[in-house]
């Protein structure tokens, strides 16, 4: 063996025990991601843990593909599917948590029997999103679609029968909670909820599903990334019972761990 080839194997060894030694950088919804992940981070000692709270304007897989962070734990499966044909990109998905039933929400009725013929609704404006809110709108009762199949994208044009005339508005997601002022009915997710203060198994007029539901929460990294240490520690940290215990005990059934 040259010394070259030494110099060079040497190299590596270094840089490997570096990146394994780096805090893992990982970015994440504040609620209830970033509350888990930093309950995660007091918890596993072992664990360098740095959290990025993501807003409005930060792309968390676009983050995660340029290499400016390790993962994210912030979005559901088919999220994660059209973000990568959206960004050519391939992902991993390393960890699978938690579900946020998506929620029906409103400041003007107190029941959805009380909603008024021609009610706007504000809806997600994202394409699963979306599919989400207009099968939980069928599955109250409040319109009909030509698809039963909870896994099948589906979008307004859809709907085969809206007896209350509802008028679907779609909004940015994150908007959702301040758009309860103005519509008879919000669809939010179960983080944007509990950011604006709602209670989703509370508050919530209808609720998801929990079980079969196709919509957990994941870790995702990058396939480089898949086997790094400090990924697998984080990911059995997220999928533990003691991790369970503490997202039914934080939030009382508006947030639902998978691993029970």
């Known amino acids: 063996m040259t010394n070259k080839v030494i110099a060079t194997l040497v190299m590596i060894s270094v840089m490997s025990s570096y990146a394994s030694a780096a805090a893992l950088r990982v970015a994440a919804d504040p609620v209830p991601h970033s509350e888990i992940l930093n309950h995660i981070k007091q918890s596993d000692k072992n664990l360098d843990l740095k959290v990025i709270e993501l807003n409005g304007n930060l792309n968390a897989n676009e983050l995660l593909a340029r290499g400016d962070i390790d993962a994210n734990y912030f979005q559901h499966v088919p999220y994660l599917r059209d973000q990568e044909k ?9 960890a699978t948590v938690h579900i946020e039933p998506l929620g029906i929400y409103s400041h003007k009725v107190k029941s959805l029997k009380d909603l008024p013929d021609g009610a706007q609704v504000a809806v997600p404006n994202n394409v699963t999103n979306l599919s989400r809110a207009l099968y939980l709108l069928q599955s109250s009762g409040l319109i009909k679609l030509k698809s039963s199949s909870t896994t099948t994208l589906v979008t307004t044009a859809d709907i085969s029968d809206n007896p209350r005339h509802l008028k679907i508005i779609e909004i940015e997601a994150p908007q959702l909670p301040r758009a309860l002022d103005d519509a008879q009915l919000a669809i939010i997710n179960g983080n944007y909820a509990l950011q604006a ?31 790094d240490p400090r990924i697998l520690e984080l990911a059995k940290d997220l ?18 761990p998978v691993n029970q």
């Open 239 to 256: 999928e533990s019972k003691q991790t369970a215990e503490f997202i039914n005990q934080h939030y009382h059934g508006s947030v639902i």
């Open 86 to 94: 959206a960004l050519g990109e391939k992902f991993a998905v390393v």
């Open 197 to 227: 203060g709602l209670v989703p198994s509370k508050d919530a007029l209808a609720l998801e599903q929990a079980k079969d539901n196709p919509y957990a929460n994941v870790l995702v990294t990058t396939p480089k990334l898949a086997h």
